[in-house]
């Protein structure tokens, strides 16, 4: 089954949002297979964020996304990677839908929430975060309702 790599990011960790982003990803049928609560390091932050640096926005990203704690979740469920980006919404707060968790609770580029954007970084990124054994198998008893 498929799975992708969500962080609840910062901002979103000292605005008290942290439960309320886990129970829409819970809400919708994922389920939580993965979940750690961790400052990001540097060097793990520039890891996750290699695709990005060479953008003018790297310095101010790897800032952002070590400012403070962060709860990190391998979810799963079918077509787990674009499910969970469309529960997010675009990437900066004022873009987004109502309804996204960005578009809900973000205005601008302190967005609230990492989702994986493909199965081969869901896959990368997860392996940062999670050694196999910290994963978790198990089936949901309310499964057989959601798929
Ligand atoms: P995402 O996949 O929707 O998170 O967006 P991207 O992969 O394009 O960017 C990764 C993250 O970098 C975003 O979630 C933002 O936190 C940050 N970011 C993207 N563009 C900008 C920008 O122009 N300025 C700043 N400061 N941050 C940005």
């Known amino acids: ?59 101010d990203l790897i800032k952002y996304i070590t400012s403070g704690p962060v709860m990190a979740m391998a979810l799963e469920g079918k077509g787990a990677v674009a499910v969970c980006r469309k529960l997010m919404g675009a990437t900066f707060g004022k873009d987004a839908e109502p309804g996204t968790i960005r578009g809900d609770f973000a205005m601008d580029k302190l967005n609230i929430v990492h989702g994986s954007d493909s199965i081969e970084n869901a896959e990368y990124e997860i392996s940062l975060y999670f050694k196999p054994d910290d994963l978790v198998e198990y089936e949901l008893n309310n499964g057989r309702w959601i798929n």
Do not use: C, W
């Open 1 to 59: 089954m498929e799975r992708t790599l969500i962080l609840v990011k910062p901002d979103a960790v000292q605005r008290g949002l942290t439960g309320e982003i886990i129970t829409r990803f819970e809400r919708k049928g994922l389920k939580l297979v993965g979940a750690r609560f961790l400052q990001i390091s540097n060097d793990l932050a520039a890891r996750h964020y290699a695709v990005h640096k060479s953008k003018p926005f790297y310095n």
